[in-house]
T-cell receptor, first 114, second 116 residues
Framework: AQKITQTQPGMFVQEKEAVTLDCTYD???????LFWYKQPSSGEMIFLIY??????QNATEGRYSLNFQKARKSANLVISASQLGDSAMYFC???????????FGSGTQLTVLP | GEEVAQTPKHLVRGEGQKAKLYCAPI?????VFWYQQVLKNEFKFLIS????????ETGMPKERFSAKCLPNSPCSLEIQATKLEDSAVYFC??????????????FGPGTRLTVT
């Protein structure tokens, strides 16, 4: 079974609009961490935001926020006021307590339209 | 340093040749990870180290892949007898335990391996 599922291979958003990128996960652990990374066309991996499973508040970092719904096992990334530079591949990832490595979803290619 | 460094940036090998990739983690980080990214979306975990010790190698195709992290040297990932399917970008990442169990991983720029 897929541990991290990103069901949107591609998304389009108009500049200055908000966009939500979906991510669902599967784990039987109570303690885990959820991450979002951005990968522009240049290829580097940029850490965006983190949510711990015990964090009561949704994580926010500038224009990024994580809509964490634990019962639904979803950790959607919300980007507010999209900019052209937000066009990139976005990966959701999970770290379980038994491992240090990240398990990644298949990514969502976001294109911001002028 | 403050960034994960990977060399070389690009590597081209004929099928059957050896390939060796290097990674210098951020100074002070005790965990190092290697990931393989094929076709711009699928990330596969290969191996992780805690200092110079292998922490988890469940993702390594052991018959041809090997990796080391020796003290005072860059970490390395070596592929003996490369195959066409080894063509990918290989990312190294390092991390250090943070507050609340956050193990944010800092990624290097990657090494693009092309096997012809």
């Amino acid at each position: 079974a897929q541990k991290i599922t990103q069901t949107q291979p591609g998304m389009f958003v108009q500049e200055k609009e908000a966009v939500t990128l979906d991510c669902t996960y599967d784990t039987s652990d109570q303690s885990y961490g959820l991450f979002w990374y951005k990968q522009p066309s240049s290829g580097e991996m940029i850490f965006l935001i983190y949510q711990g499973s015990y964090d009561e508040q949704n994580a926010t970092e500038g224009r990024y926020s994580l809509n964490f719904q634990k019962a639904r096992k979803s950790a959607n990334l919300v980007i507010s006021a999209s900019q052209l530079g937000d066009s990139a591949m976005y990966f959701c990832a999970m770290r379980e307590p038994s491992a240090r490595q990240l398990t990644f979803g298949s990514g969502t290619q976001l294109t911001v339209l002028p | 340093g403050e960034e994960v460094a990977q060399t070389p940036k690009h590597l081209v090998r004929g099928e059957g040749q050896k390939a060796k990739l290097y990674c210098a983690p951020i100074k002070g980080h005790s965990y190092v990870f290697w990931y393989q990214q094929v076709l711009k979306n699928e990330f596969k975990f290969l191996i992780s180290f805690q200092n110079e010790n292998v922490f988890d190698e469940t993702g390594m195709p052991k018959e041809r892949f090997s990796a080391k992290c020796l003290p005072n040297s860059p970490c390395s990932l070596e592929i003996q007898a490369t195959k066409l399917e080894d063509s990918a970008v290989y990312f190294c990442a390092s991390s250090q335990p943070g507050a609340g169990g956050l193990y944010e991983q800092y990624f290097g720029p990657g090494t693009r391996l092309t096997v012809t």
